[in-house]
């Protein structure tokens, strides 16, 4: 609204938050609004290493054939399974047409040089996946996502690390994990509000979980994808976008209208602070 009435410009705008993890929401909302923005000082949330090694575990449960989460998160966190065995995994799977996950099902794998304790390794994996698989097809994305970070090992791996940079990490997981639970929320208001507009229930009725319909991690990753491929409209000049920075970051720069997301108690200033 300001940017109409007062003829600011979107560089005009900061939106300063306490740590890295609350961009997501933000990221989201201006996305929705195709509104630019640029993260001072890091990446933006779904380009973080520790997400992305997260959402390659989604895809691959949705999608036991994506070969590119397969590679990805095959040794995330550190099961023994190096490059040796990935490349001997891939061609077994270039051998037999199939994709990478398939292909350590093979009767025939020591033949690419793979050892026995190799395929047991990458089968024990293949098997992990393959039953959270199952499970995505039937229970809701928040219950698959969480079953998943703990399995796989990776909310741990990230816990284990008490650096900052480590805490942060296992932070941006946890920010992910919250956000499958928000969309669930956010799909199920949406059922909600169309049976009332069909006359289908009235207001100020209550649905209960098994009333509503199962939001799968499926269906969450579809919803990234699409928020991913917005086109955010830039003018001429592609630095005029909000930006978007930690308060640390902020320190020594300027803005006409800045805004401060999450004051909230024990966030900022936060619990380790006090």
């Known amino acids: ?24 929401a933000i990221e989201e909302a201006l996305r929705k609004r195709n509104l630019p923005y640029v993260i001072y000082s890091g990446n933006s949330f779904f380009e973080r290493a520790e997400v992305k090694d997260m959402m390659a575990y989604f895809k691959l449960v949705v ?37 990478l996950f398939k ?14 304790a190799a395929v047991k390794k990458i089968r024990e994996f293949c098997d992990m996946i393959a039953k959270l698989c199952l499970r995505s ?16 090992g990776l909310l741990m791996f990230y816990k284990s690390d008490t650096s900052i940079e480590g805490q942060s990490r ?9 956000s499958v639970k928000l969309f669930i929320e956010e799909k199920h208001g949406e059922y909600v509000e169309e049976m009332q507009m069909e006359g289908m229930l009235e207001d100020g009725t209550e649905l209960t979980a098994p009333d509503m319909p199962v939001v799968t991690l499926g269906d969450y990753l579809e919803n990234v994808s699409l928020l991913s491929a917005v086109d955010l409209e830039d003018d001429e000049d592609s630095s005029n976008k909000v ?21 909230e108690d024990g966030l900022f200033p936060s619990y380790m602070t006090i």
């Open 1 to 24: 609204s300001r940017i109409q009435s007062e003829h600011a410009q979107y560089q005009d705008f900061a939106i300063l938050y306490r740590t890295n993890a609350q961009s997501r």
């Open 103 to 116: 292909a350590a099902y093979s009767d025939d794998l020591e033949i690419f040089g793979l050892k026995p």
């Open 170 to 178: 296992t932070a941006n997981v946890e920010e992910l994990l919250n």
């Open 243 to 263: 930006t978007l920075m930690t308060v640390h970051s902020s320190k020594g720069l300027e803005f006409p209208n800045v805004y401060l997301a999450g004051m």
């Open 63 to 99: 999608n036991l054939n994506d070969d590119e989460s397969f590679k990805r998160i095959v040794n995330k966190p550190a099961r023994g399974i190096g490059d040796t065995s990935l490349t001997a995994l891939t061609a077994a799977a270039s051998n037999h047409k199939v994709s």
């Open 137 to 152: 097809t039937r229970e809701d994305a928040y219950t698959v996502a969480a079953a998943v970070a703990m399995e796989s």
